[in-house]
């Protein structure tokens, strides 16, 4: 049995029709019908009712489709695996970021280590958590630092929680807010810098003003890039925004002050994420322990 014939078979199943099959894979016609003859030949079933131009399957060839699908994730966490051993065999770790703790967090851990280790090189890719999750299930990193998601419902994906971040509300120095008591109705009437809907730091703000009755931030400018990379449009206007604690503290939040706002809402779980089923080198393990270490007191 080949693995090839079951990938063949998984788009006859779908599409039920020969023709679109020989479309879809850019084999002829008759390749398809010889590729399932093999297959019925090889059970010695029938695995397809064949209905005018298209084909419905036997129960022999549902069940070979539900085995079809297991071997193609085998193969695929088959394939994750040998990159991660490849990648270990050369002391290098690959280690995925989401934009908001590249600076406040992983960069410091990485000055530090890279010090220390100088056998080891990484591999960083800053990407939003979705994307990352893809290239760890792709077997193209070895960790992945992110937020929590409202949701995670991924069996080939754990975690380790290592730490929280903590959200100011920040303006310009001199902002008017700066100047008045914290009142939920002024946020209401400022002007905002705010991630796309959908976002994780959007969805605080939202959930902060959903708590106090208000009616949805103005966001003046709405950005898929970082907010940490467009605090220049902070300094030079009166949008306001979220920034983490510590990105208050860096390069980034120069001459931006927090508002007289903090709440409980204001702060996101920091987890480690990483393949439930995959190969793990020492490397990866030690800088694994490391991140715990220096991100546990966020």
């Not at 693995?3 to 894979?25: G, Y």
């Not at 100088?118 to 990193?141: P, T």
């Not at 971040?165 to 008591?181: D, E, K, S």
């Not at 703000?205 to 449009?233: G, K, N």
């Amino acid at each position: 049995m080949r693995i090839e014939d079951l990938h063949v078979f998984s788009v006859l199943a779908q599409t039920r029709n020969l023709h679109r099959v020989a479309q879809k894979t850019g084999l002829t016609q008759s390749a398809v019908s010889k590729i399932l003859q093999r297959l019925e030949a090889e059970f010695d079933t029938r695995l397809v009712d064949r209905k005018g131009r298209g084909v419905d399957l036997t129960a022999a060839g549902r069940v070979l489709v539900e085995r079809a699908a297991d071997v193609g994730a085998s193969v695929a966490q088959t394939y994750a695996e040998m990159a991660a051993a490849k990648s270990a065999s050369v002391g290098k770790i690959r280690i995925g970021v989401v934009p908001a703790l590249l600076e406040s967090a992983l960069l410091p851990t990485l000055a530090g280590y890279t010090t220390r280790e100088s056998a080891v090189s990484f591999r960083l890719s800053v990407q939003v958590s979705a994307l990352l999750f893809d290239e760890l299930k792709d077997g193209q990193l070895d960790l992945a630092l992110c937020f929590m998601p409202d949701t995670v419902e991924d069996e080939e994906l754990q975690s380790d929680e290592i730490g929280t971040q903590r959200y100011r509300i920040v303006a310009r120095q001199g902002h008017p807010l700066t100047r008045t008591p914290a009142d939920p109705r002024m946020l209401q009437a400022a002007k905002w810098l705010l991630p796309l809907p959908g976002h994780g730091l959007r969805q605080i703000v939202e959930r902060y003003f959903d708590d106090h009755d208000l009616a949805p931030p103005q966001a003046m400018i709405e950005t898929d890039a970082s907010i940490s990379l467009l605090t220049s449009l902070l300094r030079n206007s009166d949008l306001i925004t979220m920034l983490t604690e510590q990105m208050l503290q860096t390069y980034a939040g120069r001459d931006l002050v927090a508002l007289p706002y903090e709440t409980a809402l204001f702060e996101s779980r920091i987890r480690l994420f990483y393949r439930r089923k995959t190969y793990m080198s020492p490397a990866v393990q030690k800088f694994r322990s490391t991140l715990h270490e220096a991100l546990i007191e966020l």
